[in-house]
C-alpha cells in the first residue's frame, strides 16, 4: 500500500510540474494583441434580414369546381394578359347549363299560357262573365309565371357564368413564379377560391419589405439610401432606396417593430423571389473622423494588470502630490487625465465602462483605450466615442492620435498571467508589470 501511495505521489508531482511549466511557456510567448487608430470616413447603420419580393404579384384562382383537364403554363413561363392558363374539365357545368336552358323553355311555355288565360278572365270580367276573384287569381298566374322565368334567366347566366369560370385566364402580363395544380387534380371552389398559379407583373423592379425596430424607425427615411446582400452573391452589394415606412406597427414578443419598403431595381434578373437579403440603411456618415476597431473599446486587462497598474498610478500621484507640496503648489498630470485618487482607484476596482451589446462603445464618459507606453508599462487614455457601424467607432479625445497602438485582446497565455512555480513558496506580492510582452 506503501508503494502505491508513493507512485501516486509521484505521478501528482510529475502533472503538476509538467501544466506548470506548459504554463510557464505559455506566459513566456504570450502577446498583446493591437490595432491602430486611424483616420477616414465611417458611416453609421440599421441593419435588418427581409425577402425580397415582386413589386406586384397576383395569386390567380378558381371560381369552378372540378378536375383539372389541361394545363396550358408551367413555372418561369411569360404570359400575357387574356392568355389561357388552365382549364377545368366543364362536363358538369354544361350539364348545368342545358339544364337551365330547359328550365327556362318551360317557365317561358308557362307565361305564354298564363298569358292567355288572364286575357280570356279579362274580356269575361269586363262583360260580367267573371267575378273580381276569378280576375285577381287569373292576374297573380300570371305575375308568378313571370316570376320564374325571371329567375330561370338567372339560373342560366350563372351556370354559363361557371361553364366559362372552367378557363383560367392570366389577369396581367408577367411571369408564372408559382404553380398549385397538375392536370388530373381536383379543386373545390365552395368555400374560397383555391390558387392555382402566382404571377409576379415585372422582375425587374423588385421590393424588399424590412421590419425595423422602434428604437431604430426613427432614423429611418423615404428616399433613403440602402445597401444588401443576398447568400446567393455573398461578394456583391447591391443598392436600393426607401420608398415607403409604413405607420402599422406590429409585435412579437414585445418586440414593437415597423415595416419599411425597400425598392430595388434589378434589371438583369439576378435577384429572384424569396431571397434573403440582410439590409443595412445608412443612417449617418461623417468624413475625416479618428476612428478604432471596437474590440479595443472592449478591452479590459487581466484584474492582476489592474492592479498593478493602480500601485503605479498611485505611486506617480504621491510623486507629483509630494512636489506640488514642496513647491507650494496643486499636483499636476498629463494634460486630459485625471489624476486624483478615486479616479486611479475606480479604474483598478471597476474596470472598463460598460459597453454596448452590438459591438460598440457606450456614448456615455469613461470609456477608454488601454496601450503600452514607451517603458513597455499599461496605460489608459479616455476617449468619447460617436457613432459606430458594427465594426469601428468614431473616437475623440484630447490625447487621442492617428496612428496610436491600442490594445484589442490577448493573442495567447491569457491564464499565464497568474502562473507561478508550484515547488516554489509564494510571495504573496503580484507582479508589477504583466507577463505579457510586447
Known sequence: MKKILGLAGIAVVVITAIVWLTNRVDAETS??????????????????TATLTPVTQVEVGTQASGQIAELFVDFNDQVVKGQLLARIDPTLQRQAVRESEANLDRTRADVEQKQREFERTKELHARQGATDSEYD???????????????????????RNNLAYTEIYSPIDGIVIQRNVDVGQTVAASLSAPLLFLIAADLTEMEILASVDESDIGTIEVDQETRFTVQAFPDRTFGGEVRQVRLQSSSQENVVNY??????????????????????????????????PNAALR???????????RERMMEQMQARRAAADSAGGAPAGPAGERTGGRDMAGVAAGGAAAHAATGGA????????????????????RVRPGITDGQYT?????????????????????????TSNPFQPASGQPSRRGPMVR
Open 31 to 48: 502577446s498583446w494583441r493591437f490595432v491602430a487608430v486611424m483616420r477616414g470616413y465611417l458611416e453609421q447603420v440599421v441593419a435588418a
Open 137 to 159: 287569381a287569373a292576374e297573380y298566374a300570371l305575375k308568378i309565371a313571370r316570376s320564374n322565368r325571371t329567375s330561370a334567366e338567372v339560373s342560366l347566366e350563372r351556370a
Open 259 to 292: 415595416t419599411v419598403v425597400v425598392a430595388v431595381q434589378n434589371p438583369d434578373g439576378e435577384l429572384l423571389p424569396g431571397m434573403t437579403a440582410t439590409v443595412e440603411f445608412i443612417t449617418a456618415g461623417v468624413e475625416d473622423v479618428l476612428k478604432v
Open 299 to 309: 478591452f479590459q486587462p487581466p484584474e492582476e494588470m489592474l492592479v498593478a497598474f
Open 362 to 381: 457606450s456614448r456615455g464618459e469613461g470609456n477608454r483605450l488601454w496601450m503600452l507606453d514607451e517603458n513597455g508599462d499599461l496605460t489608459m487614455v
Open 394 to 418: 468614431e473616437i475623440s479625445g484630447p490625447r487621442v492620435e492617428e496612428g496610436m497602438q491600442a490594445i484589442a485582446g490577448i493573442v495567447s497565455g491569457a491564464a499565464a498571467s497568474s
